[in-house]
Structures are given as C-alpha cells and as structure tokens.
C-alpha cells in the first residue's frame, strides 16, 4: 500500500460483519493511530470490510478485505455517477466525533434558518421540490405548511426511522454514518412549525444506529447547537406495521403499533392529539443541504415532478451490492448495469442476465428487463405497477421464479400484518396459500382467477398501506411474467 496522509476506516454495520475492527487494527499498527479514523459507509459493501487512504495530492485510493489487499477503483461508475447529497458527509465525518463534524459544516444551516422566518423555510422547501423519501412522495413543504398552520404553541417533529424492508439500509447508513445530519434536519423543521420536541423512533435491530444516535443528541445538547429543541429516542420493538406513520405514534404513546383510520391525520393530531410533523431519515437529512445551497439548487436536480436525489440499497444478482445515491429520473439501467455491473457470470463462465429488478420492498413491483430504460421517479414507476418506497433495489437474475418471489413477499406482509382489518388479516394469508399452489406447480385455472380478484380485494379495502401494497409484487409480476402462472397451471417448467 502507498503513503497516505490519512486513513479512513468503514466502520458501519457492514463492514464491521466482515472484519472492519481487524482491518483498523493492521492499519494503526502501520500508520499510527493518529492517521486512521473510524467513519461511515464507504457505500461499496460487497467488497467489505473498506478503507480509504488519502492523498496529499487530493488522491483517494480504496482497499477492501481485512489486509487491504484488494484496490478497488474509486474511478469506477459505481462512485463517479453518484451525486451525493445525504450521504456527502458519509464516509468523511467521524460519526462519534461532533467537532469533526462541525468542521465539515454540520449545523451551519440550522443557525443560517434561526435568523429567517418559519414560513421562508417552509417556502425554501416548498421550492425545492423534495417529497417524502419513506415511500408516498408527499411533498415535503407541504406537509410542513400543514403542521406550521396549526394552531396552538406544542407541536412535535417525529422521525420515522423504522426502516423494516428487508434489504433497505438507506437511512441505517445516515444514522450510522452522519447522525447529526439527521438532528440539523430535524430541529430546522422544529423551527419551521413551531415545535419544541421531537421523538426519532428506531427499529431494534439497529444497535450500532442507536448507540450512535444517543451520543450524537448527548454531544449536542450539551454544546447547545440545536438551539433548545429537546430530542429523545424511542426504539421500536420489531413490528414491520410501525412504518406506518399512525402504527409508529401508537408505539411511542406506549400502545400497540395498529394503525388507525385517516383523517384525522398526524398533522393535525397526532402524537398524543398534538399537530405532528413526520417524515423519515433521508427526508430530514436532505433538508440541511437545501437551507445551505437553496431550493432553487435542489430542484434543478432530479425530473420535473421528482427533484433531487435518491438513495438506494442496491442487492440481489449483481456485481456491486452496495449504497448508491443518484439522480431522481436516472435509468434503472445505468444503476444496474453500469454502476452495478450485471448480473456477475455464471459458475460454466456464460454471461449472467437481468431478469428484472425489484423496487420498493414488500409492498413494490418488478420491472423487466425489456424496461430497464425507464427512469427511476415516482410516476414512471407507479405507471408499471411498481414504486420506489424507501429504496430498495433487488436485482433478479434468470435462476429465480416469478411466483416463488410473489410468495416470498407475500409470507413476508401475511406475518408483518397487524390483523386490526380482515382484507390484510386473511386475505394475505388466502393470498399466500393460492402462490404456495403456483409455486408447487399444483395450480388452476381458478386459482389463477381467484388470486387476480383476491389481489384487487385486499389493496381495495385494506386499512392502510401494508395490505393495500401487499399485493402489488403478485400484480405486477403477472402483468410481466404471466406465462410463468400459466405454465405452472400446466405443469411445464416456467
């Protein structure tokens, strides 16, 4: 390895699984303590555990393995066609450290907003363009405008920080990597309704992010840089259902996470009947790098209806599994393909294939191959029966059937299911049990009939959106993939 000046050491959940505190070690007994720092995701996980090394010229070289013995290309597409925006401190800052992070610029947005009116934030927001980025796209600065019109002096800002898609971990990486992005964002959107108090609720499964996020709120409520907004942590106790925005408050007032029906809704009374501001960890973290740069700068990012940027967790058949952060309207494509470089070959050495790429979680669609030209926004994957969710991006390969990944997501939403409403109580149930028929190549003709209206049912009349989206993985893959259904009605190999 060549002299660095300095060293940057991954220190996120990943990493750590593969070896990270050995690679730390082999690097402070090389190069002394002093020049290694602990940071967040260097975002190229499958090649973990990594290290960066830092050149006096500006050179950035990037190891991975417990000896660094692989030099990987921080030239590569992976990284060059990534536009960092919530993750631009991530891999940089010292997670652990709040002065590291106020000295590449944590917090001088909070202080810049402080000295502006409530309503000009929310209008800097408003401008900006940015939506919801936990799944439903709601436009950010609206949602603001709706709790800062509230009346009434308490207020509460909650961030939903239970990321439960399996395979996500977009906002695991901000809160390992950046938690005090995640506070900035939060106590300017105090500033912008008119809170005092926020609550972050975390998913259990996350302890690295806990930890990190407690000394993160200690450093800096002692140092006085969220300026009075009082934040306190409310860790979730496994339940898929709380990601839902009226689940999650039920769990943090102490009940069970059931959700109720709409309105009202939480802007108006939430959190113990109280005007409530949600919105998850990369919403929050997006708004610091808005207030610096300006709405105008985030808007002009992105497609016209889906501004800024997007952070995805890329996994599945592909060569590069890892945390991207890209462009509203780039091509599935590009992510695939050229940042993630295929589908890796087959053991006899023939090429893999892209059969389609999975968005949006449990509650998302399949696109085929044939479309991987289409932009990653909201309405151009709404128009094939997918969504984007939280960013969940799984590549399918030829070796997997359609129905047996159907029935996987569909086992997944039947066990997640609260059982407050019947439509998500039995029918995912009813659901799984027909794709068990598919995929066991037992099937009929009716059965095929009974599961398109049974999939119109449940997302008809469910109560909210886990069982109104849990069927969207069946409808999307018969619209695609039909004669697969069909074949295993006939007993062929699909």
Not at 34 to 55: I, M, T
Not at 148 to 164: F, H, I, L, R, T
């Amino acid at each position: 390895m060549k002299a660095a000046i300095s060293w940057r050491c991954c220190d996120a959940t990943s990493c750590r699984a593969a070896g990270a505190a050995a690679l730390r070690q082999r690097l402070v007994a090389q190069h002394g303590v002093e020049r290694v720092k602990s940071v967040g995701c260097l975002r190229l996980c499958g090649q973990g555990p990594l290290a960066a090394a830092d050149h006096e010229d500006g050179r950035v070289e990037l190891f991975g393995g417990v000896a660094a013995e692989r030099q990987l290309d921080p030239e590569h597409p992976f990284f060059t066609l990534q536009r960092s925006v919530v993750l631009e401190r991530c891999g940089l800052v010292d997670p652990g450290c709040l002065d590291d992070a106020l000295a590449q610029g944590a917090y001088t947005a909070l202080a810049a907003c402080r000295q502006l009116a409530p309503k000009a934030v929310v209008e800097e927001l408003e401008r900006s363009g940015l939506r919801g980025r936990g799944g439903a796209g709601y436009p950010t600065g609206r949602k603001w405008q709706l709790v800062a019109a509230q009346p009434g002096s308490s207020k509460v800002v909650v961030c939903n920080a239970d990321e439960g898609d399996p395979g996500a971990f977009m906002d695991r990486a901000v809160l390992e990597g950046d938690p005090h992005r995640l506070l900035e964002g939060m106590a300017i959107a105090a500033h912008a309704v008119g809170a005092s108090e926020g609550f972050i609720y975390v998913r259990a499964e996350y302890p690295l992010a806990i930890e990190r996020l407690r000394r993160a709120i200690a450093a800096a409520e002692t140092r006085g840089v969220l300026a009075g907004f009082a934040i306190q942590l409310r860790i979730g106790a496994g339940a898929y259902v709380c990601g839902e925005e009226t689940a999650l408050l039920h769990s943090i007032e102490g009940g069970r996470g059931t959700p109720r029906p709409r309105p009202p809704y939480p802007a108006v009374s939430g959190l113990w009947g109280l005007p409530t501001l949600i919105n998850n960890v990369e919403t929050f973290a997006a708004v610091p790098a808005i207030l610096r740069q300006g709405g105008a700068w985030y808007g002009a990012m992105g497609t016209a209806t889906s501004k800024g940027t997007k952070v995805f967790a890329l996994s599945g058949a592909i060569t590069h599994t890892g945390l991207i952060e890209v462009e509203m309207g780039t091509s599935l494509r590009t992510i695939v393909e050229t940042m993630g470089g295929g589908v890796p070959a087959n053991p006899n050495g023939s090429l893999g294939v892209v059969k389609a790429v999975q968005t949006g979680g449990p509650s998302g669609g399949c696109v085929p191959a044939a479309l991987l030209d289409t932009p990653v926004d909201y309405e151009s994957l709404q128009a094939l029966g997918s969504i984007m969710g939280s960013g969940g991006m799984v590549v399918i390969d030829e070796s997997l059937a359609m129905p047996e990944l159907a029935r996987y997501f569909m086992g997944f939403c039947a066990a997640e299911s609260c059982g407050k409403c019947l439509p998500c109580r039995a029918g995912t149930v009813q659901l799984e049990q027909l794709l068990d028929r598919f995929v066991e190549r037992r099937a009929t003709g009716a059965d095929l009939v009974q599961l398109e209206q049974l999939c119109g049912m449940v997302k008809a009349t469910s109560l909210c959106g886990l069982g109104q989206s849990a069927p969207n993985p069946v409808l999307s893959t018969l619209r695609f993939f039909r004669a697969e259904y069909e074949a295993a009605i006939a007993g062929a190999a699909p």
